[in-house]
């Protein structure tokens, strides 16, 4: 992901170019990178969590799980 913002972002962009789903960024400022590419070409961002990586103790959204094991499972 972050190779995407940092390096050959025209080519990877080019139209037709819908949007991008981002998570585990390790630094700050690739996601202002992101933000800031998002708003000059146009494109749409979905936001995977986490969105940081080394942040949460979880992953993913298994706590939202309907098996109540996944559920548990994630908080370990």
């Known amino acids: 992901m972050e190779h995407l913002i940092t390096r050959n972002?025209?080519?990877i962009l080019r139209s037709?170019?819908?949007g991008?789903?981002?998570?585990?960024?390790n630094k700050e400022e690739n996601i202002f990178n992101?933000?800031?590419?998002?708003k000059a070409r146009p494109f749409e961002i979905g936001i995977h969590f986490p969105l940081r990586a080394g942040l949460s103790s979880l992953r993913d959204a298994l706590f939202l799980s309907k098996d109540k094991t996944v559920r548990e499972n994630a908080f370990e």
């Open 9 to 11: 972002t025209d080519e």
């Open 16 to 18: 037709p170019f819908f």
């Open 20 to 25: 991008i789903e981002a998570c585990l960024f």
């Open 34 to 38: 992101l933000i800031k590419e998002s």
